[in-house]
């Protein structure tokens, strides 16, 4: 069974960062195409940044040279570094992975950016 537990949320200053991490477990990790995710109040889930089993990676607009996906295959493990936070970041982050056309979500994180 697939599993997915992000951390690394909490309340940060505008300017300021944070760094997620999302441990997963149940698949061949190294094989799959691993995302996050992020959902604002009011808002539909919106794609932050994916990236491939050969590290190639993928990023929306609105947080291109802000974030940074990574992932370490030795611990099955993809991160989000998120630099020069703004407030319209604030939103719950999800990890995903798919295998084979199937979505698996963790249960989300809370990035909070206010003053």
């Known amino acids: 069974q697939v599993q997915l537990v992000e951390s690394g949320g909490g309340l940060v200053q505008p300017g300021g960062s944070l760094r997620l991490s999302c441990a997963a477990s149940g698949s061949i990790f190294r094989l799959y195409v691993m995302g996050w995710y992020r959902q604002a109040p009011g808002k539909q889930r919106e794609l932050v940044a994916t990236?491939?089993?050969?590290?190639?990676?993928n990023y929306a607009d609105s947080v291109k040279g802000r974030f940074t996906i990574s992932r370490d295959n030795t611990k099955n493990t993809v991160y989000l570094q998120m630099n020069s936070l703004k407030p319209e970041d604030t939103a719950v982050y999800y990890c995903n992975e798919r295998i084979r056309g199937s979505d698996y979500w963790g249960q989300g994180t809370q990035v909070t950016v206010s003053s």
């Open positions: 990236i491939t089993s050969g590290g190639s990676t």
